[in-house]
């Protein structure tokens, strides 16, 4: 099958670190692991950092160009695609393009990760809004990542029955030969992989310095891998703490994550309003039990008592004694880690994720015969 990809709020060519350009990237890799051509459609990114009404009109501009654009290739004879996928559609970041050329096409249209935010209807933001509407009334499938994800679309008039479960998942096969038995003659190594942004991320550095400073008692070392326009501020934070207990690693490449994490005994990262949080199932595929915030959409990476332990938001003291806890009982830490390993690997791996996918796509293609009439 030929997939139409889009990702409204990202430029998929660049290659600045982007929590969306890598789930972008993983969801296309896992359709062309389940044996589908991947095209990317359009290159046009809707994001509005602001609701300003002349660029959404800009960009519905550029939107028709594009959609004319592609009609014509298919016209002159270019194949067709047989599906249209967009990821992460919502009301800051609309898709202009994919529900409107996919019902010219007759081609069935999928989401990823779309949301509706019904608060959003009336205010600055309601043009942008109702921008957003189309692609949760066309899909005839949407890949629900969380379950907050999937309240949001429920609220947004979407049947249950369109919702397809897809949870978060990574590349499981580097981490597969990374982990071994921890080291035992030191102090146990602690670590957080984060860009050093501002907003809840500079906010979770805070309160990770803040709970590590009730655990002055205790031997520990923190190793931080990121980097960011705050790293300054980063830096700041964590500076009250005691020399020599805090070390800035910088970015790392992809290539030498899984032999980084699976040098550590804990991964620990508050997690402010994160999605999910990818980097927390690459740590427990390296064998490390997570400590976070029950925050966003965190529980559908980390299972509380089972893979890690969550905290509630802001909880400083509760963050402490929980890190406490597990620095303390290697025998509770390495339990956790075994069973965040033998989750990541088995049940959030691309293979997975692509067999997960195939199935809902199986479903929907055969069972709208028109998509088989733009095919040249």
């Not at 409107?100 to 007759?106: H, V, Y």
Request: hydrophobic share 45%; charged share 20%; aromatic share 8%.
């Amino acid at each position: 099958m030929r997939i139409a990809f889009y990702c409204p709020t990202v430029d998929l060519s660049d290659d600045t670190p982007s929590g969306d350009r890598r789930m972008a990237d993983l969801l296309m890799a896992a359709l062309r692991l389940a044996g589908h051509e991947v095209v990317i459609a359009s290159r046009l990114r809707s994001y509005g950092k602001d609701p300003d009404a002349s660029r959404l009109a800009r960009l519905e501009e550029e939107a028709s160009r594009d959609r004319n654009h592609l009609t014509r290739r298919f016209d002159d004879g270019e194949r067709a695609p047989d599906l249209w996928f967009t990821y992460h559609p919502y009301y800051k970041a609309p898709d202009l393009i994919g529900p409107m050329l996919s019902q010219t096409l007759a081609i069935p249209y999928v989401t990823a990760e779309a949301s509706f935010a019904g608060k959003r209807a009336a205010g600055p933001w309601a043009a942008w809004h109702k921008a957003s509407l189309p692609a949760l009334a066309r899909a005839a499938c949407h890949f629900t990542f969380t379950a907050r994800d999937r309240e949001g679309l429920l609220a947004g008039g979407v049947e249950q029955s369109a919702m397809v479960d897809l949870p978060p998942f990574i590349e499981t096969a580097p981490f597969v030969t990374m982990a071994g038995p921890r080291l035992r003659d030191r102090p146990p190594h602690m670590v957080c992989v984060a860009m050093m942004r501002g907003g809840r991320k500079l906010q979770s550095f805070r309160d990770l310095a803040s709970a590590l400073a009730r655990l002055g008692d205790i031997d520990w070392q923190l190793t931080l891998y990121g980097d960011g326009p705050h790293r300054a501020a980063v830096e700041a934070a964590f500076a009250v703490l005691p020399a020599g207990r805090i070390h800035f690693a910088g970015r790392i490449g992809a290539q030498d994550l899984p032999a980084a994490l699976a040098r550590a005994d804990l991964y620990v990262w508050p997690g402010l309003g994160e999605a999910y949080g990818l980097a927390y199932l690459e740590a427990q595929a390296a064998g490390l039990p997570v400590i976070a915030y029950n925050s966003g959409g965190v529980s559908a990476c980390v299972d509380d008592g089972q893979t890690g332990l969550l905290v509630g938001e802001s909880d400083d003291a509760g963050f402490a004694a929980a890190i406490r806890s597990l620095l303390q009982n290697s025998e509770l830490r390495d339990h956790l880690g075994s069973q965040a390993r033998t989750m990541a690997l088995t049940k959030r791996s691309l293979s997975v994720a692509a067999e997960r996918v195939e199935a809902a796509l199986s479903v929907i293609v055969p069972a709208t015969p028109a998509c088989r009439q733009v095919m040249p």
